[in-house]
């Protein structure tokens, strides 16, 4: 016998004993039944050994996993262990003081994952195991059929492209009509992949991806619709993307003009090309879409998203920064945005010849990090704060040790001594979150020379300016604000949220003496990322933090100019900066 406690998305909870070795899935004959469209008829088998209970996946579409693993066999579990299985959490059962009780009840998951299917067959989907008699009871879920289509008008359908051609008779009539039978495509997919028991979990990407091309072939075949051999094709690809791939992303990530994608919902993406927004012909089929991409991203990095953790950070395999909305957060669906790395990282000079900042000032940064001084990126949302910072970072003495530390690890130090830490969320139950603070606090344990944060939002502040007060100089971090003189004020309110009874005279000197140069960042109204402030910090005086503002952005020439003041870090130098650098300061 085997006890487990199963959690599902909506907050439900249930135990049970089964007798091992047992199997869940839907089909009628499992021990552990559940009626979900990401759990195949025969998902795993849990069986025993003599060290203890194995877990083998039987070969599952969307796979098992185990502490955030896709694992194809795994054992001895330990009471540790999570397992997750499409939208169901297991764990062996912690003691109770209360015998348990036996009958479980296995929800269906999360109710608007398939509002689709449920209209479509218009019952409630429930799965119910009875331990005492062994009776399993449901109602079986309903998979969209590829059913003949039968078009008999004549409309225009636009292309990627926004342009347009006529569709004679028997062809797709317009986009909807083409969401339609994407929809019935990809339930068709994951139908035949499971009556097929392919063993996906043994499966390389591209076979992965070969078969389930040869499957919708298949099934574009028997479903008789008229389409060109480009609107064939095309219809394939984005039919295998949205089933084992990121959907109607995959064609935005490639294209190296965009820089950023934005869901709003389903049929609604907008994309950023040349620092300008505008909406993309591209749509994914429904929102069942949508959430599949976002789950396809999320889970590999151990990360939640579901109606009880409606939001997520999150990372691609590039780089690239990912975030997530649910409903009911969401009120409109499912929405993520993804910010896009480029494939080649840009280097100092690629922002001189952007027109980001000027070479002198460039040079003038390379200084500051080399000589230790602890900076500070400030800037608004898009603005280039992370680009800055990766720069920069890339300036330490190659013998010096680097931890950077993020919520969501983003930064590529080109640096040969790194350590990477990266925070995480709380699981189910709520336990075991790890936020900044606490890596801040870690860090100092690790024997940094430099420590870099990704941005500081809240009581992580009070921390990293006691870092850069005890011994690390030359550390590097980034927040949102307009300026510097808001930059430091906001370091002040996060100081203050942790509630630790500082006197507001005691953290301005905290933040005197911890922080030597603010760098603005700002992104124009035509797209345009520059540098349009430099502060550097003096101490404090009469109760208020003192800033010398250095350089200023002259709106007419769209240009950086000095303002006729020598930074005062230049007299602590052993030897005086290059005269050109001194110069530029001066010239006004």
């Not at 070969?59 to 066999?73: D, E, P």
């Not at 218009?122 to 119910?128: G, K």
């Not at 991203?297 to 691609?316: H, W």
């Not at 500051?368 to 003495?397: H, P, Q």
Request: include cysteine; charge should be neutral.
């Amino acid at each position: 016998m085997i006890e487990l406690d199963l959690f599902f998305e909506d907050g439900t909870r249930r135990r049970g004993k089964f007798e091992v070795p047992v199997v869940m899935g839907r089909a009628s004959d499992c021990g552990i039944q559940v009626s979900h469209w990401r759990i195949a008829r025969q998902h795993l088998r849990i069986s025993r050994a003599e060290d203890g209970f194995h877990v083998d996946d039987l070969g599952s579409i969307l796979g098992t996993r185990i502490n955030g693993n896709r694992i194809t066999r795994y054992g001895p579990l330990k009471k540790s262990d999570e397992i997750i299985v499409g939208p169901c959490l297991l764990r062996l059962a912690a003691p109770l003081v209360q015998k348990a009780a036996s009958v479980v009840v296995c929800n269906e998951g999360t109710p608007t994952e398939l509002n689709r299917l449920r209209q479509q067959s218009e019952q409630s989907q429930h799965a119910i195991v009875n331990q005492n008699t062994g009776q399993n009871h449901r109602l079986q879920e309903q998979y969209a059929q590829v059913q003949p289509r039968h078009d008999h008008q004549t409309s225009t359908q636009h292309d990627t492209n926004g342009d347009t051609s006529g569709v004679t008779n028997g062809e797709v009539q317009n986009d909807s009509a083409q969401k339609d039978l994407r929809q019935e495509l990809r339930a068709g997919l994951i139908r035949a992949f499971d009556l097929r028991r392919n063993d996906v979990a043994t499966l390389s990407e591209s076979a992965l991806k070969g078969q389930a091309q040869a499957c919708v072939s298949e099934l574009l075949e028997k479903s008789h619709a008229t389409l060109s051999q480009s609107e064939r094709q095309r219809v394939l690809k984005l039919v295998v993307d949205e089933a084992i791939g990121l959907g109607v992303l995959e064609e935005l990530l490639e294209d190296g003009t965009v820089t950023e994608v934005m869901v709003n919902r389903f049929d609604e993406i907008y994309v950023e090309i040349n620092g300008t927004l505008r909406k993309h012909s591209l749509q994914f089929s429904d929102e069942q879409a949508v959430r599949s991409v976002i789950e396809r991203i999320v889970y590999p990095l151990g990360r939640r998203i579901d109606e009880a953790s409606p939001m997520v950070d999150a990372r691609l395999p590039d780089g690239s920064r990912l975030n997530a909305v649910l409903p009911p957060i969401s009120v409109r669906g499912a929405s993520l945005t993804i910010r896009k790395f480029p494939k080649k990282r840009l280097q100092m000079q690629d922002l001189v010849a952007q027109q980001t900042l000027p070479a002198a000032l460039a040079d003038f940064l390379r200084l500051c990090v080399e000589r230790r001084l602890n900076i500070l990126v400030s800037g608004g949302t898009g603005s280039g704060k992370t680009t800055l910072l990766n720069i920069l970072a890339g300036f330490v003495d190659p013998l010096q040790r680097i931890v950077t530390i993020e919520d969501s690890a983003e930064l590529s130090i080109q640096h040969p001594h790194v350590v990477t830490l990266e925070a995480r969320t709380a699981n189910s139950e709520g336990q075991g979150a790890v936020t900044i603070r606490d890596l801040v606090k870690n860090a100092l344990r690790m024997r940094p020379d430099r420590i870099v944060v990704g941005e500081v939002r809240s009581v992580e502040a009070l921390d990293m300016l006691a870092a850069m007060n005890t011994g690390h100089d030359g550390s590097l971090t980034t927040l949102h604000a307009n300026s510097p003189r808001d930059a430091l004020s906001r370091l002040e309110t996060m100081v203050l949220s942790a509630n630790v009874a500082l006197p507001l005279q005691a953290i301005r000197e905290q933040i005197g003496s911890a922080l030597q140069i603010v760098v603005q960042q700002t992104r124009l109204a035509n797209g345009r990322r520059v540098i349009t402030g430099l502060a550097e910090i003096s101490g404090v005086e009469s109760g208020v933090v003192q800033t010398q503002q250095l350089v200023r952005f002259d709106a007419k020439s769209q240009s950086l100019v000095g303002i006729g003041l020598r930074p005062a870090f230049f007299e602590k130098l052993e030897r005086p900066p290059e005269r050109s650098m001194t110069n530029w300061f001066l010239r006004t």
